[in-house]
């Protein structure tokens, strides 16, 4: 249980010799201050019993006052459904919803964790929303929408040369939405929302997914924020008939078996990003649809007894699987620069710092965005007209198991936590059925 207790902090002693008084808030060696509004001199103050002196001017009025403070503060603590409240927490539910902290401030402040946390992909696509949502408050409907769309883009692309020139920093993001102040949770409402969907398809040109993917993190801050104390949950945009967040599952299109024979036909000249893109790709299929970013971070010392141990990275899920030939044939191209690629089997990391996961993180992203690059004529040199990109090797693998395959071991295989993951994933490949049903009743 937490120690609460009024006190009057000395260190903060005004030149009048006035300092002021505040709620006191101690749990687990963590203690925070409230403060209560009120100035005393040090004579008037009675900090045994953390009341006015009968010297004070309005003793009786000023500890009526202060018992107040106090109740509340206890209350908190006895009738909270949350038993691990924190000190940060009391103090800011005690300072009332609708508190001094901006949308904003309290989104950096999850973007910095995910970001120390080593999770970059996470922390680079919420910081990309803040700046969304930044450019919609700040859009001037007034001018032509292709001027409108144009300067949006030059910002973007201003900010991007300027992150690789050492110009602007991550953290310079971060603490740029810090200092921003313009947006309350009190003012997202559905009628925001609304206008902020429409922004995103007119003007940013994004899919539904992704307008949903930026609602599903406003959301997640506005739990946060009620959870803290700093807005009132009738304040929340996404209770009961107000925004509703539809997860649309989409259309999850793979390849056949004679477009993969296609692919694994080609020849390029060794070395040549081509020749890796087209062998990093082929691996990600050989391994049930690893992840592209995976399969770039492959070390040899990930390989024993010809099976390769392999921890996703989305979910830190471990698997063992054995190493088919045709992916055996082209790990072997491989093997006689183990020791130049700084014992990665793929030649896209070998420059980094096996502790700096940013450099890893940053490089492995460089890499992917070439892959999708060569993909491109991948895909063209096999007159395949489906968008060959890196995750379609996971869709190849789901379409081409269909359900020949038990979904206990197509769940193991693609790491999933739940088997109703795995069962509406593979759904999408899963045609048999409604085609027989459709044959009957067409071709009567």
Known sequence: MASIKIVRRRNKQRKDGTAPLALRISENYKTNYKFLGQYLLEKDWDSAAGKAKRTHPNHKKLNNFLMKKLTEANDLYFDSKDDNITPQQAKQKLKGPGGSKSFFSVASERVKSKYDRGTFSVAKSELSILYNIEEFLTLKSALPKKKVIEDIQQRRKDRVSKSRKGEYSFMDGIN?????????????????????????????????????????FIRTLFNIGIKKGIVASKFYPFAGEKEKIRIGSG???????????????????????????????????????????????????????????????????????????????????????KAENNGYVFPFLKDTNSNNDEDIFRKTRNATKL????????????????????????????????????????????????LKTTLNYQANFIHKDADDALDSVINF
Not at 277 to 294: C, E, K, Q
């Open 176 to 216: 740029h939405f810090k200092k921003n102040k313009t947006l309350k949770f009190r003012d997202i409402d559905q009628s925001l929302i609304e206008k902020y969907k429409t922004f995103c398809s007119v003007y940013l040109n994004q899919k539904t997914r992704t307008i949903t993917n930026q609602l599903i």
């Open 251 to 337: 259309n999850k299109i793979g390849l056949t078996i004679k477009e993969i024979e296609k692919i694994e036909s080609l020849e390029f000249e060794p070395q040549s990003s081509i020749w890796h893109t087209h062998n990093v790709w082929l691996i990600a299929f050989y391994f049930a649809g690893i992840r592209i970013s995976d399969v770039i971070k492959l070390k040899w010392s990930d390989f024993n007894d010809d099976r390769l141990y392999y921890v996703m990275n989305k979910n830190e899920k471990p698997l063992s699987l054995k190493i088919p030939d045709k992916a055996n044939t082209i790990l072997n191209y491989y093997k006689k620069n």
């Open 371 to 418: 892959f999708n690059k060569y993909l491109k004529r991948i895909a063209n040199q096999c007159g395949i007209d489906k968008n060959l990109s890196n995750h379609i090797a996971r869709h190849s693998f789901g379409n081409i198991a269909g359900d020949r395959i038990h979904p206990l071991m197509l769940q193991k295989l693609y790491r999933h936590s739940d």
